[in-house]
């Protein structure tokens, strides 16, 4: 009687510890899911295909938000390629995690420990600049209607306190006034709407905010705090949260349209810290549990979903059909936008952490030397640079010895590189010539003027 016990209990054992394995190799297998051009795909809504904005406009906010547009396309509609020519330099003091924005002849940039900057474009002198003490930075700012919107967090720098709150502040473009604070810890970059300004927060919401009259439209509250960026299409706001949840939401009333999720794994789903990509009539976003999903716009189907290294904390730049993100293991993958296939994987020295930037057809990326070094998967190790991509072929055109996380944004005279500490302005050798002339016709200009 007693082995016969003993047998049924090693055979239920036998069973618990074939189940447990099964498990395991279940949760941790590699999905894939390909997609369709002819599944809600839009061929018409493509960043390229695009109605330029008009030239006032181009002239006065040529860059005016992170990821260039409100779909955070990664798409620069200027046409500049390298060999590239260094016009300035400006250090700024320490790491910048975000790029900055262009806007009335000036570019505008949060280093991490809360200095801020507004940089003479075409000179590279600082005009003005700000320091918010106890506070910290990790968003890019928007601008519009001649003021600069740019969140804080609370300290400590490396994962903020909270407790404690942080706050939106509002400048003039000219001469830095501040013109008010919203107490609200959000290192998500802003989206300026009109005069509706949206971003996340680490209370789990979703802010709608006037900015003329600082009342809060409505506010939409998530399943955890919201580090993602908004994009916006067609009268809906894309967010995604720490809880592994993508969120469209009404841009007017606040209210759900559809949520979706990133896989589940052992129980739980890693976040979304990458921000959405709008195109196609899809959103794009990666996931840190390595996977690049494609949702229906309109639905929140799961259009595709496919391996990208992993950790992925980039947003996705799109461009005619291809979509660029970065990993964690130090690869660079163009994938086609309607099905997920790979169309090239291209291998970097380092861990990318910032979203690429897609211009005259080239892809520009930077590696971040150590990031990821204490994740519990691989990350790869390498120097801090920025390169440029063929973004058919994956072949390296161009690098500059210098970088971290977001590469470039550019204008319709410059580039604008991030590096580690220092921001660059750059002008096509080609250009070159053509940029002293006009320098010496301003000094020209300016002495006839003062004599």
């Not at 695009?50 to 406009?57: A, E």
């Not at 809906?236 to 009333?253: C, E, H, P, Q, R």
């Not at 390498?382 to 971290?404: E, I, M, N, Q, S």
Request: glycine share 10%; charged share 20%.
């Amino acid at each position: 009687m007693r082995r016969r016990i003993l047998l049924i209990v090693l055979g239920l054992l036998a069973v618990a510890v074939a189940g447990a394995g099964w498990y395991y190799k279940h949760e941790k297998r590699t999905r894939r899911v390909y997609g369709s051009s002819t599944q809600e795909f839009v061929t018409t809504d493509a960043p390229e295909d695009r109605k330029p904005p008009p030239k006032r406009v181009v002239n006065r906010e040529p860059w005016p938000i992170y990821g260039y547009d409100a779909t955070r396309s990664h798409a620069s509609p200027y046409a500049h390629r390298p060999p590239y020519r260094r016009l300035w330099t400006v250090r700024l003091g320490n790491h910048l995690e975000f790029p900055p924005v262009v806007a009335y002849r000036r570019l505008f940039v949060s280093q991490a420990h809360a200095r801020f900057f507004a940089i003479e474009a075409r000179t590279g002198r600082v005009i003005w600049q700000k320091h918010f003490l106890d506070s910290c930075s990790a968003a890019s700012p928007a601008v519009g209607h001649g003021v600069v919107y740019q969140p804080y967090l609370p300290r400590p720098c490396n994962y903020g306190d909270r407790s404690k709150r942080g706050f939106i502040v509002a400048m003039r473009v000219r001469g830095g006034k501040q013109l008010w604070r919203f107490r609200v810890s959000s290192e998500s970059s802003p989206l300026l709407i009109g005069r509706t300004l949206y971003f996340g927060a680490w209370d789990h919401k979703l802010y709608a905010l006037d900015v003329r009259t600082r009342k809060v439209r409505w506010t939409f509250a998530a399943d955890a705090e919201l580090n993602s960026s908004p994009a916006y299409s067609s009268g809906t706001i894309y967010i995604g949260s720490d809880g592994g949840t993508l969120f469209a939401v009404n841009s007017k009333t606040g209210r759900l349209r559809w949520s979706a999720h990133s896989f589940s794994r052992f129980g739980r789903r890693e976040y979304f810290y990458a921000t959405p990509t709008v195109a196609y009539g899809r959103v794009y976003v990666g996931n840190t549990d390595g996977t690049m999903y494609a949702y229906g716009a309109t639905t929140g189907h799961l259009l595709w979903a496919q391996p990208a290294g992993t950790y992925v904390y980039t947003a996705a730049a799109v461009w005619r059909r291809r979509l660029f993100v970065g990993s964690y293991d130090g690869n660079v993958y163009a994938f086609d936008a309607a099905t997920g296939r790979r169309r090239w994987t291209y291998s970097a020295p380092g861990s990318i952490h910032g979203a690429p930037t897609v211009m005259a057809g080239l892809v520009y990326f930077s590696t971040c030397g150590r990031c990821g070094s204490h994740g519990s998967r691989y990350a790869k190790q390498g120097p801090r640079l920025t390169f440029a991509l063929d973004a058919r072929t994956g072949k390296r055109v161009w690098t500059f010895g210098d970088g971290h996380y977001s590469p470039i944004i550019a204008d319709g005279d410059r580039v604008y590189l991030t590096g580690h500490t220092r921001e660059y302005g750059l002008v096509p050798v080609k250009e070159s010539k053509k940029h002293a002339a006009r320098e010496k016709h301003r000094r020209a200009a300016r002495s006839r003027r003062s004599s």
